[in-house]
């Protein structure tokens, strides 16, 4: 149906993508091509000026770290982008074109928040393996660049407008120079990009149940993978059992009793099928006991513990069901009534982390339960 539309003003740093090196490099204008990835280099990523080396391949592997540091922010946060073109990819690592984006509500690894993206080509778990394609994309239209190493000033390319310009590098030469960047690229995204990625995830990820960051390099296996296994197999609210698990404590009552009382009285697990629920009570008890010993080997203060889960997994969720309902308010009530839900939400939205909120509409959208129905924008909404 027609809905009402809108104008929105959104600002970041700088809004140079991945595609704009695309669009000079279709058009077989490489002059273009080195003229932005120096504005990139001096203007725009300014922290990789006075390093060594070829500066190109410094720009990408910079580019590179950005972009895996940013998915892994997503991944840990439940958060599903839906339109992963390489125009909608920043070289400074921002989350760029909000469109049907989706934050979860429920962990699924295969879920598409995008309605017209039917084959899952932007899935939740496809994030990181579009993000390398389209730094592969972004790389081509470097490889010269970066394979020219230390000749790189040397570096002259044709013109279209000039076809009598003096000195153009040999087809040959820069043939030879795509090849070394084109290594150099699979290399840098077969090792590094996962490097980054791995190392960002699991530090937000121990963030979010309260380990220390330093602590033991197997807890991506022997905690994080097997509670994530379980929110999968269970569908469990991603949100509300994170900052719920915040409560969780180590009594004097022993392993069995503090589990009972987990997830009866401290947790908050709300499963997408709400028969599934006392089930996956009884499937996350094992999870509880290795937990448990993880929180004993750190032997953080549970007030500490509490403090930092809370400053980092959010208490109000901009969730689709709620945009919707504000949405709904400005087509049904008075526009200041409208106005005040709105200025309310974007409240929240700013302070997400807080225990409680003075207006009731944000608690009461923070403890409602989420529609049953999915919702789901599409790249038209």
Known sequence: ????????????PSWLRFGNFEIFYSRDDMNNVKLLADYAIEQVVGDIQNGTGNKYARMFRNVTKKTAEMVAEWQAIGFNHGVMNTDNMSILGLTMDYGPFQIMDYYNPLYV???SDETGRYAFHRQPSAAIFNLVKLSVPLFELIGAGEDVHSLEFSDKDNELKEGVTDEKVLEGYRDEGKMFVQDLLNTE??????????????SKIGLYESSHETDMDDVIIPLLDWMTTYRVDYHRFYRSLSNYQITSAGEEADAEKAVEEWLEIVTEESSETEASKTALKPWLSIYRHRLLKDNMDHQERKQRMNSVNPRFVLRNSIAESVIKVFEDEDEEEAKEILNACLDACIHPFRDNYEDERV?????SPVPAKDMRCSCSS
């Open 193 to 206: 990009f996962k490097q980054y990625f791995m190392e960002h995830l699991i530090k937000k990820m121990k």
């Open 363 to 367: 608690e009461t959208w923070i403890n």
């Open 1 to 12: 149906q027609p809905e009402i539309g809108a104008i929105v003003v959104r600002m970041a």
């Open 113 to 115: 928040c995008n309605h």
